[in-house]
Every structure is written in C-alpha cells, then in structure tokens.
C-alpha cells in the first residue's frame, strides 16, 4: 500500500501574511508540519512526501532543512495558488505530478495542514489504520466542538430579525445535546477511490472522524498565532510536538 503525504503551502495570506514560513518558537511554522511528516514516513517504506507550493521562498526555507525525504521540485500552477483555490484540486494535482513522475499509484493520499501543526504520529498512524480497517474512503481530524448548534448556537430565521437553534432539539444541558465536532483542519486521509469520484468537498457518506484527545487549532488571525506561540515556548501543550 503506496501513500502520498502532501504538505500544501501557498506564498500568499492575508490574515496571518507569510505565515507557512513565519517564525514559530524560534523556526518556520512549516518546519513542524514537514517534521511530522519525515518521522511518520521514516516508520514505513511506502511513503512519499511532496511539497505543494507556488512560492520560490518557502521552496528555499524548506530546501534549508536538509529534509532529504521531502520533494520540492512540483509548482503548483497559479490557478490552483489563489484565495478561492479548494484544497481537493490542489491534492489532485500534485497527485497527478507525483505519479507521472515515480511510476507509483498510491493508495492512500495524506495531506498535512501546515496552518494546523498541533498534531503527533500517532495521531496519523491511528486514523490510517482506522480508515484501512473500515469500509469509509477518507478520513479527517476534528476535536470535540466547545459550541452545540443543539443547545447553544443560534441562527437567524428565514427573511427574519428572530432566531432561533441552529439544530432542533429540546436538549437542557450540553452533555445531554449530540456530540459534535470542530473540524481542525490538522490532517486529511483519503483512499484513492475518493479522487476517482467527482466529489467537491471532504464529506461523503462514507466519510470518518479521527477525534484527537488533545489540544489541536488551526491559525486563521494573528491573535491566533501568538496563543499557539505561548503554548509551544512555555510547554503549555498537553502532548508532546515535535521540534
């Protein structure tokens, strides 16, 4: 079984600007998404892991770390590297490059969010093994939402100022509403059916969770990114991240 781990970081962010590269404790944010994926692959022999980028800078940050496991030479074209570029097309292209170019069909595609890094092996390696072992076709991380949309989240009511629960339900307390989750963006696991089917978004009815049993948040503004680089430089995190 053939798998391809993605690391996709595009050269432009206008909530947190140049943040794939940005200092994090001392070294690039991506550093500890590519550091992940070197030790993840390093524990199997089928494993192939490809940069997705347009930016000639984080191509040269990357190149800096010596990761020799790490391909850098696929450019993402421009259309695939703007603000309304899905991630599906991104993966499928990079796919299609790595193939063409090994000979290999891979299996199983793994993708990394580098705006996500709070994520460990054995994250990755209990979530594939839990994709193999079922009939599902992808897989992805998610923490146990802190916000029920049966209990309370609102919304407003069709055409008016009123609102009311965004789920129905007569649920008294959080504990007793329907578990939910947030959805982390941390990693994505798909078997290859997934990109043989003309899907345009992660869920499908043979879709699965991986729940992580620690804290994982993905970087969307800036306040966002000092509350992670508190977490790391203080060892606050309540697992162990790779550095």
């Known amino acids: 079984m053939r798998s391809l781990l993605t690391v996709c970081a595009r050269g432009g962010s206008k909530g947190i600007p140049g943040k794939n590269i940005k200092p994090l404790n001392n070294k690039p944010l991506i550093y500890y998404t590519l550091k992940t994926a070197v030790a993840y692959a390093s524990l199997r022999d089928d494993v192939d892991i490809y940069l997705s980028t347009d930016s000639d800078e984080i191509r040269s940050e990357v190149d800096k770390f010596s990761f020799d496991s790490v391909k850098t030479d696929y450019d993402r074209p421009k259309e695939l590297a703007t603000d309304s570029s899905g991630k599906l097309g991104v993966i499928k292209d990079v796919l299609e490059f790595a193939e063409n170019k090994t000979g290999k069909k891979y299996d199983y595609i793994i993708d990394l969010d580098v705006t ?30 802190s916000r029920n949309p049966y209990f309370n989240m609102v919304e407003h009511r069709e055409n008016s100022i ?48 991986y729940s992580m049993p620690h804290l994982c948040f993905d970087l969307d503004h800036p306040l966002d990114f000092e509350f992670m680089s508190f977490l790391i430089e203080t060892n606050k995190l309540d697992f162990t991240l790779l550095k």
């Open 116 to 145: 996500s890094p709070l994520r460990t092996v054995d994250d990755l390696q209990l979530a594939f093994r839990k994709l193999k072992d079922s009939d599902a076709i992808n897989i992805f991380s998610v923490n146990p939402a």
């Open 162 to 209: 009123y609102v009311k629960l965004v789920k129905d339900g007569e649920f008294l307390t959080r504990q007793s509403s329907p578990e939910v989750y947030d959805m982390n963006a941390s990693f994505y696991i798909w078997k290859r059916e997934f990109f043989e089917i003309d899907q345009k978004n992660n869920i499908t009815d043979k879709t699965i969770i």
